[in-house]
Nanobody
């Protein structure tokens, strides 16, 4: 099987930074597209950023210029560096590994890590 374990969430003040990490194990390999999604209660899960096997990167409009996604295939890890955080970034952030090569919303999911941006 496969497993994704996220870490790095927490409480941060507006304007602050957080770095989320996700470590993959099992059948997830470098061919998977890795992505971060987020979800707030009552809303659908939305894509934050994705990075393909070939390191093609996409960002949601709200993440562009503030968030940076990166992957380390040797350590089966994907990170999301978040800066200039806003209260509206508050959500549960999920790591995703998609075997389809792009962020289609399928594949494996982590358990989620809470990010709260508040004074």
């Amino acid at each position: 099987q496969a497993q994704l374990v996220e870490s790095g969430g927490g409480l941060v003040q507006p304007g602050g930074s957080l770095r989320l990490s996700c470590v993959a194990s099992g059948r997830i390999d470098h061919t998977y597209c890795m992505a971060w999604y987020r979800q707030v209660p009552g809303k659908e899960r939305e894509l934050v950023a994705s990075i393909s096997e070939y390191e093609t990167i996409t960002y949601a409009d709200f993440a562009e210029g503030r968030f940076t996604i990166s992957r380390d295939n040797a350590n089966a890890r994907v990170d999301l560096q978040m800066t200039a955080l806003k209260p509206q970034d508050t959500a549960v952030y999920y790591c995703n590994a998609d075997p389809r090569g792009s962020a289609s919303g399928s594949g494996y999911w982590g358990q989620g890590t809470q990010v709260t941006v508040s004074v």
